[in-house]
């Protein structure tokens, strides 16, 4: 866990700004409730219509290079090489004893694979992948990890995310299917959206 001042996602002032009240939570100040909804009223507007829930802790990277498929599977659990563009699966970090080290999801994108970790064990987790690219490039491996900052992660969650997403983005999302992303636009911002959540409910990642 990182330590030193908390960090803060792209969208603290807009949590702030509604009225948030934060907490420490693998070193980001996160929000918890908001002044006019509290937590048992937030779980059930997401279970019967739809919420958005700021996961930009979550540690993101990018793995590139023409020997990137090989790399991550020799991290993780998966046949990461067969997988279709836009198709994601959920994996598994393991160690050199076969235990788990971390869950995460892993996309197929056209010329990388996108992989998103939880925060609680992010620093653990990049420091796995950068120790072993640069084990594979020494080796004349071509492979690069890639840390992504510039971007936030959002998830929309819940029965009616579907309704809202289609209305932002003006196409018909019922034909996306489960575990697979694909770049749409977003009122006038090319986003990586994924059908998929911890929610138990339908859901997208942006």
């Not at 029965?159 to 299917?177: N, R, T, V």
Request: charge should be negative.
């Amino acid at each position: 866990m990182s330590t030193g001042a908390a960090q803060r996602t792209a969208l603290y002032d807009l949590h702030k700004k509604h009225g948030a009240r934060f907490g420490p939570f693998a070193g980001w100040d996160m929000p918890l409730v908001y002044a006019d909804q509290g937590a048992l009223d937030s779980h059930l507007h997401t279970r019967k219509h739809a919420s958005i829930f700021d996961v930009s802790h979550m540690l993101q990277t990018r793995i590139v290079g023409a020997d990137r498929h090989r790399f991550l599977e020799h991290l993780v659990v998966g046949d990461l090489k067969e997988l279709p563009v836009g198709g994601a699966t959920l994996s598994l970090f393991t160690n050199n004893q076969g235990g788990i080290e971390d869950d995460t999801i892993v996309t197929q994108q056209q010329d990388s694979l996108y992989v998103v970790s939880n925060a609680g064990c992010a620093d653990k987790d990049l420091a796995h992948l950068l120790t072993h690219a640069k084990r594979f490039q020494d080796q004349g491996a071509d492979v690069e990890v890639r840390k992504i900052e510039d971007h936030a992660l959002i998830a929309l969650q819940g029965p009616a995310a579907q309704k809202a997403l289609e209305q932002l983005a003006g196409i018909d999302l019922a034909q996306m299917p489960f575990m697979t992303g694909q770049v749409i636009d977003i009122r006038g911002v090319p986003c990586h959206v994924a059908r998929s959540g911890y929610t138990g409910e339908d859901g997208f990642e942006l």
